[in-house]
């Protein structure tokens, strides 16, 4: 019986009786008391004490020094399986509430992958995941809601013939009126030539519904780009989405959560919206150190983390947005614009850099007032 977990957006598997050395002690000892309190709800005929036993017995062996467990709560089904002398051929996943009800994991879909790649067949996981996990081909489910149901072997699930993912809200370009139609064109036409894009315009004259539609401007996604794009969902704890995804990070996001630096480390915003796009408002809002880091993991398709010794993927077509001037109106027919040119200067010197490094084609988003 295998367990397995995430980290980044690479699934692993561990041995279920491996699990408790190959995590902090800290964790560890979370881990156990969940797996404690499930099994003295459930109906597995092992008094307390035998239960305290066995779980002492897996945790006391020497702490491991392979690879860190930094999240072990897919695993607590297993343990807790293993524990209650229940057996299942294959990878079992599920974070155990105190209750003995199984819970939905982070990264469900790279999880199966690697369970896939190593030869596993079946896996046992939340019922809730079943659309989720049933995007990876080639691994018999089955599914739980509880302890119990685990420890009976769990329910086969009905046969569905595609997993039915939730679409996304449906954007057309025809939606758009002229002159952001004109504008959307000429974006798209660069988008689909593989560009980065920067959208100029006044306030209210559509960048961000030009935006939203430049998804669309992107070939349909492959097979294999479809199981990329759900991985990184998975393993940031999304639901599935059909097509590419769009992700608009607003200015004050912080630079962990644009740059995937979080703790644990998960999927942030550049890989989020690898395969699809990264839209950025306000460009000139963000914070310099935003600016000056995009290029690499955009350029490279790819982000590093040394220390852990992983890599992310984030391959996006980066659409930014900003305005003429500070005030808007720049250049604009009708409207008189209050900057003064050392100001706009400035407005525009804060970009100058990354607009270059990415090559950004600009796009002027014209209005009617
Ligand atoms: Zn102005």
């Known amino acids: 019986m295998w ?11 561990v041995q ?44 006391s062996e020497e702490r491991s020094t392979v690879r860190m467990i930094h999240s072990p709560a897919p695993c607590d089904l297993a343990i807790a399986m ?13 974070e155990l509430s105190l209750q003995g009800h199984v819970r939905s994991v982070r990264g469900v879909v790279p999880i ?27 691994i018999k489910l089955v599914q739980c809601f509880n302890l119990d149901d685990a420890i009976n072997g769990g329910h086969s699930p009905e046969l569905t013939t595609f997993p039915p993912i939730a679409p996304q809200i449906h954007l057309h370009p025809d939606d758009l009126d002229e002159p952001a139609r004109g504008a959307y064109d000429q974006a798209a036409e660069a988008v689909a030539a593989g560009r980065h894009v920067l959208l100029v315009g006044p306030p209210g004259s559509g960048k961000t519904m030009i935006a939203r539609r ?24 999304l639901e599935p989405r059909a097509g590419r995804p769009f992700r608009a990070p607003h200015h004050t996001a912080s630079y962990a ?24 408002d306000e460009l ?22 040394a220390t852990r010794g992983m890599r992310m993927p984030s391959k996006a077509t980066v659409i930014a947005a900003m305005m003429p001037c500070p005030c808007g109106y720049d250049g604009i027919e ?36």
């Open 3 to 13: 367990a397995g977990f995430v980290e980044g957006t690479q699934g692993y598997l």
């Open 16 to 59: 279920h009786d491996d699990v408790l050395v190959r995590t902090s002690e800290r964790a560890a000892k979370e881990t156990a008391y969940r797996v404690r309190s499930a099994l003295e709800c459930a109906e597995v005929g092992l008094e307390r004490g035998e239960i305290s036993e066995r779980i002492l017995r897996l945790a």
């Open 82 to 94: 293993s524990i209650s002398g229940a057996k299942f051929d294959g990878l079992v996943l599920g």
């Open 112 to 138: 199966l992958l690697e369970a896939k790649r190593q030869g596993i067949k079946r896996a046992l996981i939340p019922a809730y995941q079943f659309d989720e996990a049933s995007i990876v081909p080639g």
């Open 214 to 237: 430049l998804t669309l401007a992107l070939d349909v996604p492959t097979v294999e780009e479809q199981l990329e794009i759900a991985t990184v969902r998975s393993a940031a704890g």
């Open 257 to 280: 959560a644009i740059f995937n630096r979080g703790r644990p480390l998960r999927p942030g915003e550049v890989t989020l919206a690898h395969r699809g796009i990264l839209f950025l």
């Open 284 to 305: 000139p809002e963000f914070p310099s150190t935003v600016l000056d880091s995009l290029w690499i993991p955009i350029s490279e398709g790819v982000t590093w983390h």
């Open 334 to 369: 009708g409207k008189v614009c209050r900057c003064t040119q050392r100001r706009i200067d400035a407005y525009w010197k804060r970009v100058q850099k990354v607009i270059g490094q990415l090559d950004m084609v600009e796009v002027r988003v014209p209005t009617r007032y």
